[in-house]
């Protein structure tokens, strides 16, 4: 880890844009420590392992058609810095495409320092991600393990490395089942993105598009979570206690980051999301939650959400 070298990359962002992307990646290497990457074969062919058992068991409880992305990597965090990196860029290159600022060159400089600040942060706390790689040129998916991160973290926890680490792959496999269920949910994903993005870039904001978006990422979390109580082969209700300590006994610094980052509402959209499938699945079972992912008219509205038997009632279920 380099502060200098990552500061400088930052005071050094060049070019006509408004974000130097390439100054970022080397400004959020630079700043993290990639962690070790010393994976034997056995430990490979463990986490290939928990995968193919994630799929089978979801794919049984959930009654879901689903495969898992061909790209499976084990990664450290610049691995994952280096894959995400370009995710941000794609987010953020429609309102760069209308910005316009008095000082360029300040500006590219602060906003480049952000971005890197950002990517950084996640890169140092993310465990596990399936990625459906929004709005890129291709329809490819993929699957990542921040090893150092699960293994710090098992550690902090005090629980066991290799059933940590497959709870990490239960979860992240659930993901890879909505999007492998439901086609349409990328593409649903993508044109929520670009009207909100859009009408950013042009000064205003689209409540509507930001509240289907976050309606459909508090779906997409509460059925992970359903399938996760339904599909995990063992007790796990430690490691989301423990975990959940974890976060509440970060520091002030540490909780602003995550509250400016979203990470706070992406725990509001699990606990919402959850409860709105624990009523449909015990008023029906989990294969009536399944429903959600046959078409978008089917997806619950915000209101809907807090309200599961006008969502039942209007599917006829």
């Not at 794609?90 to 760069?96: K, L, N, S, T």
């Given at each position: 880890?380099?502060?200098?070298?990552?500061?400088?990359?930052?005071?050094?962002?060049?070019?006509?844009?408004?974000?130097?992307?390439d100054?970022?990646?080397?400004?959020?290497?630079?700043?993290?420590d990639?962690?070790?990457l010393?994976?034997?074969?056995?430990?490979?062919?463990?986490?290939?392992?928990d995968v193919?058992?994630?799929?089978?068991?979801?794919?049984?409880?959930?009654?879901?058609?689903?495969?898992?992305?061909?790209?499976?990597?084990?990664?450290?965090?610049?691995?994952?810095?280096?894959?995400?990196?370009?995710t941000?860029?794609?987010?953020?290159?429609?309102?760069?495409?209308?910005?316009?600022?008095?000082?360029?060159?300040?500006?590219?400089?602060?906003?480049?320092?952000?971005?890197?600040f950002?990517?950084?942060?996640?890169?140092?706390?993310?465990?596990?991600?399936?990625?459906?790689l929004?709005?890129?040129?291709s329809?490819?998916h993929?699957?990542?393990?921040?090893?150092?991160?699960?293994?710090?973290?098992?550690?902090?926890?005090?629980?066991?490395?290799?059933?940590?680490?497959?709870?990490?792959?239960?979860?992240e496999?659930?993901?890879?089942?909505?999007?492998?269920a439901?086609?349409?949910?990328?593409?649903?994903?993508?044109?929520t993105?670009d009207?909100?993005?859009?009408?950013?870039?042009?000064?205003?904001?689209?409540r509507?598009?930001?509240?289907?978006?976050?309606?459909?990422?508090?779906?997409?979390?509460g059925?992970a979570?359903l399938?996760?109580d339904?599909?995990?082969?063992?007790?796990?209700?430690?490691?989301?206690?423990?975990?959940?300590?974890?976060?509440?006994?970060?520091?002030?610094?540490?909780r602003?980051?995550?509250?400016t980052?979203?990470?706070?509402?992406?725990?509001r959209?699990?606990?919402?999301?959850?409860a709105?499938?624990?009523?449909?699945?015990?008023?029906?079972?989990?294969?009536?939650?399944?429903?959600?992912?046959?078409?978008?008219?089917?997806?619950p509205?915000?209101?809907?959400?807090?309200d599961?038997?006008?969502?039942?009632?209007?599917l006829?279920?």
């Amino acid at each position: 880890m380099n502060l200098f070298r990552s500061v400088r990359a930052v005071t050094g962002a060049s070019g006509d844009g408004a974000v130097d992307w390439d100054a970022v990646v080397e400004a959020a290497r630079a700043s993290t420590d990639p962690g070790p990457l010393d994976v034997s074969a056995a430990e490979r062919e463990a986490y290939a392992t928990d995968v193919r058992d994630a799929r089978t068991r979801i794919r049984s409880i959930g009654d879901l058609t689903f495969d898992v992305p061909d790209r499976i990597e084990i990664q450290n965090r610049h691995h994952w810095i280096d894959a995400n990196a370009d995710t941000f860029r794609r987010v953020m290159q429609p309102v760069e495409s209308h910005t316009t600022v008095a000082i360029p060159g300040v500006s590219r400089v602060v906003n480049t320092g952000t971005m890197s600040f950002m990517l950084a942060f996640l890169g140092r706390n993310v465990l596990g991600q399936y990625d459906p790689l929004l709005l890129a040129d291709s329809n490819d998916h993929a699957l990542y393990f921040v090893r150092p991160n699960i293994v710090d973290v098992a550690d902090k926890l005090d629980v066991e490395y290799d059933r940590f680490r497959r709870w990490i792959a239960f979860h992240e496999v659930t993901h890879a089942a909505e999007f492998g269920a439901a086609p349409w949910l990328t593409d649903h994903l993508e044109a929520t993105m670009d009207d909100g993005i859009e009408a950013l870039s042009r000064g205003t904001l689209d409540r509507e598009a930001f509240e289907e978006l976050d309606t459909t990422m508090t779906v997409v979390e509460g059925y992970a979570e359903l399938l996760m109580d339904h599909a995990f082969d063992g007790e796990y209700a430690d490691l989301r206690a423990k975990l959940d300590a974890r976060r509440q006994g970060r520091g002030p610094l540490a909780r602003f980051v995550r509250r400016t980052l979203g990470l706070g509402m992406k725990r509001r959209q699990y606990e919402r999301g959850k409860a709105f499938f624990e009523q449909v699945a015990e008023q029906r079972d989990v294969e009536t939650a399944s429903v959600v992912w046959d078409r978008p008219e089917n997806l619950p509205t915000n209101d809907e959400i807090d309200d599961p038997d006008a969502w039942l009632r209007r599917l006829n279920l």
